[in-house]
């Protein structure tokens, strides 16, 4: 239903919009000091534009009223029945679109300090890229600048995400954390071009050099030699709200750096920094988290570090692989300490997104486990 008001270069419209949707855009335009009318028409004028927003959930959509310009809402209708879809899906994705666009501001840490987000695990196949990237994108998409780091050497995280990988031998965050480095490491940083992210996502690439790493920082001569990944960092900090860094899998002495440079800071508040573990329901990933928590607590004994486990996440977790399954998912709730973040189904979005070369959340960001990502985010943000 259309009302024109007195002046003539608005319309009252009437339609219909989810409870969900309707706080979203009530408090995000409140955080942005923008009127509700007007984000509105931002989102129905993006939409109209073409820009890509997948299918929203409309279920108990009640009555929905705001003030457009003139002839915005026909054009509104007129789309939505060239594209074949529901009218009330179409306002539905222009007001999703423009939340997606219009990211919260509330996100930045009271100590002033580049959050440190350490996803690690030595036991491979646990999908510790997939978080990683997960938790960088939720981020990005709230608000948050962040650094993605790929420091496993094989390359996973940068494949995923269409980005090259470093060539063998020329600068790269290997030289940096051996004393070698060869220029400035921001000149590597790679920002990631997805509308959704708004060139808030940022990510280091893998060099194949890495292979050597361990070996390279035992016979240097450096100092504090867990200190290396954190010396290279450092000079980006100051650029980015968090830092991701997806590990290899490994024990060895770059796995000691990355748990290092996860330590909580002195004037850092809890529960913002440290390890995110994902684990599988099942035996064997039960006994590598055991050898993984006997290295964090040697480091933690021996040079006296806080580190924080920031939680579990359960992964590629399916009910129906039986007991087994389920009955490591309950040994996983019932240790309490560190408490499970997520649990992730092995769902198809990710291996279609992996496919794509583009990020998950951009690639299908309504799916389960998007949505499992941005928990997880927000847990430890």
């Keep these: 239903m259309v009302t024109p008001s007195p002046s003539g270069d608005r319309e009252k419209t009437v339609s219909k919009l989810s409870s969900k949707l309707r706080q979203e855009l009530k408090v995000r335009a409140a955080e942005l000091s923008i009127d509700i009318q007007d984000a509105t028409s931002?989102?129905?004028?993006?939409?109209?534009?073409?820009?890509?927003?997948?299918?929203?959930?409309?279920?108990?959509?009640?009555?929905?009223?705001?003030?457009l310009p003139t002839g915005q809402w026909q054009e509104l209708k007129d789309a939505c029945s060239a594209r074949g879809i529901p009218f009330v899906q179409g306002l539905a994705q222009s007001i999703q679109l423009w939340l997606d666009t219009h990211p919260s501001p509330r996100h930045r840490p009271v100590s002033g300090i580049?959050?440190?987000?350490?996803?690690?695990?030595?036991?491979?196949?646990?999908?510790k890229t997939a978080v990683a990237a997960g938790i960088a994108e939720a981020l990005a998409e709230d608000g948050m600048s962040v650094l993605l780091v790929d420091?496993?050497?094989?390359?996973?995280?940068?494949?995923?995400?269409?980005?090259?990988?470093?060539?063998p031998g020329t600068d790269s965050l290997v030289l940096h954390m051996c004393g070698e480095g060869k220029g400035d490491l921001r000149d590597l940083v790679v920002t990631i071009e997805e509308p959704r992210f708004g060139k808030r996502l940022h990510v280091l690439p893998a060099c194949p050099d890495g292979f050597l790493l361990d070996a390279r920082i035992a016979v240097s001569r450096m100092r504090?030699?867990?200190?290396?990944?954190?010396?290279?960092?450092?000079?980006?900090?100051?650029?980015?709200?968090?830092?991701?860094?997806?590990?290899?899998?490994?024990?060895?002495?770059?796995?000691?750096?990355?748990?290092?440079?996860?330590?909580?800071?002195?004037?850092?508040?809890?529960?913002?920094?440290?390890?995110?573990?994902?684990?599988?329901?099942?035996?064997?990933?039960?006994?590598?988290y055991t050898m993984l928590a006997d290295q964090i607590e040697s480091l933690r004994d021996d040079l006296r570090l806080d580190i924080e486990y920031l939680g579990l996440v359960v992964n590629?977790?399916?009910?129906?692989?039986?007991?087994?399954?389920?009955?490591?998912?309950?040994?996983?709730?019932?240790?309490?300490?560190?408490?499970?973040?997520?649990?992730?189904?092995?769902?198809?979005?990710?291996?279609?997104?992996?496919?794509?070369?583009?990020?998950?959340?951009?690639?299908?960001?309504?799916?389960?486990q998007s949505e499992n990502m941005r928990q997880i985010a927000k847990e430890i943000s």
């Excluded at 748990?259 to 039960?286: C, F, K, N, T």
Aim: glycine fraction near 10%.
């Design 42 to 67: 931002e989102g129905i004028t993006a939409w109209l534009a073409g820009l890509a927003c997948s299918p929203v959930d409309t279920t108990g959509a009640t009555p929905f009223s705001t003030w």
């Design 114 to 127: 580049a959050q440190r987000k350490i996803v690690i695990n030595q036991k491979g196949g646990v999908g």
């Design 224 to 288: 504090n030699k867990e200190a290396a990944l954190e010396r290279a960092l450092q000079p980006l900090e100051k650029d980015f709200d968090a830092i991701v860094v997806d590990c290899p899998p490994s024990l060895g002495m770059a796995t000691d750096a990355a748990i290092y440079y996860g330590r909580r800071r002195q004037g850092e508040r809890e529960g913002i920094s440290g390890m995110v573990i994902p684990v599988l329901a099942e035996d064997s990933s039960a006994t590598a």
């Design 316 to 368: 590629l977790y399916d009910s129906r692989r039986g007991f087994v399954a389920t009955s490591s998912l309950k040994e996983w709730r019932e240790l309490g300490d560190p408490k499970v973040l997520a649990v992730i189904g092995d769902l198809k979005e990710q291996r279609e997104a992996v496919r794509m070369h583009r990020p998950l959340l951009a690639y299908a960001p309504h799916c389960d």
């Design 151 to 167: 420091y496993d050497p094989q390359g996973h995280l940068s494949d995923q995400l269409g980005v090259d990988q470093i060539l």
